[in-house]
Nanobody
Framework: DVQLQASGGGLVQAGGSLRLSCVAS????????IGWFRQAPGKGREGITC???????YYADSVKNRFTISKDNAKLTVYLQMNSLKPEDTAVYFC??????????????WGKGTQVTVSS
């Protein structure tokens, strides 16, 4: 079965950093887009960054120049380095994989989310 397990969330002050990790099984990064999504309280799920098998990346405007996605293909692990965190970044963060676009509707497999809380 496909499994995507995100971890690394926590409480951080504004301006701080966190690195999220997502360990995948049952999928390969050669065949799927892998990305990070988030859902803030009362909001819909939002795509924030994705990476495809060629290494091409997408970042939502809200996180450009602050967040970086990276992958370790051998370990089937994807990372999200989050710097200069803002309270607006507070959300549950999800790792997902799919064959569509970097959008919640384009993802086929979802991991359990990890909570990121940024205090002012």
């Amino acid at each position: 079965d496909v499994q995507l397990q995100a971890s690394g969330g926590g409480l951080v002050q504004a301006g701080g950093s966190l690195r999220l990790s997502c360990v995948a099984s049952g999928v390969t990064f050669d065949d799927y887009i892998i990305g990070w999504f988030r859902q803030a309280p009362g909001k819909g799920r939002e795509g924030i960054t994705c990476s495809d098998s060629t290494g091409s990346t997408y970042y939502a405007d809200s996180v450009k120049n602050r967040f970086t996605i990276s992958k370790d293909n051998a370990k089937l692990t994807v990372y999200l380095q989050m710097n200069s965190l803002k309270p607006e970044d507070t959300a549950v963060y999800f790792c997902a994989a799919g064959t569509g676009i970097c959008d919640p509707d384009g993802m086929d497999y979802w991991g359990k989310g990890t909570q990121v809380t940024v205090s002012s």
